[in-house]
């Protein structure tokens, strides 16, 4: 089973939806997969290449080597570290190594408010 959400401050995780759908993570962790007793996954589940041009990496079936599985985000606050390959130590350095497809929403994180960084992090902490 899915595990489920752990709010702290809702006001501010809510806050922090709104900002993770403004700068376009949804665009491929979606809503739209949602388990029993309501839990999203956030994911589209499809292949993206999100690693820079040059990286190493390993072709599988129909997959090209840059190419990585949306994971689901359920359960992220206790599933460090991230990435594919386990490189990325806390949710900002994840955001921080999307490249690719996913360098426009890491660019647009990057140009957040403070507060609207703490926001999004307390969103995806409480998933």
């Keep these: ?4 959400r752990q709010s702290t401050d809702p ?3 809510a ?3 709104q900002v993770f759908d403004d700068v376009g993570c949804a665009r ?3 809503k739209d997969f949602v388990a029993p007793g309501g839990i999203v996954a956030y994911t ?3 292949l993206h290449q999100v690693a820079p041009d040059g990286a190493p990496g390993i072709g599988d079936g129909d997959a090209g080597p840059l190419e990585f599985r949306t994971p689901p985000l359920w359960g992220l606050s206790r599933t460090a570290p991230y990435m594919h390959d386990g490189r990325a130590f806390s949710v900002e350095e994840a955001i921080a190594r999307h490249d690719a497809e996913g360098a426009a929403a890491r660019d647009a994180y ?4 403070a507060q609207d960084r ?3 992090i307390a969103f995806l902490g409480s998933l």
């Design 1 to 4: 089973a899915p595990p489920p």
């Design 15 to 17: 806050a922090g939806q």
């Design 44 to 46: 589209d589940l499809l």
């Design 28 to 30: 491929c962790h979606v």
């Design 118 to 120: 703490a926001d999004l």
């Design 11 to 13: 006001a501010a995780e």
């Design 110 to 113: 990057q140009a957040l408010s």
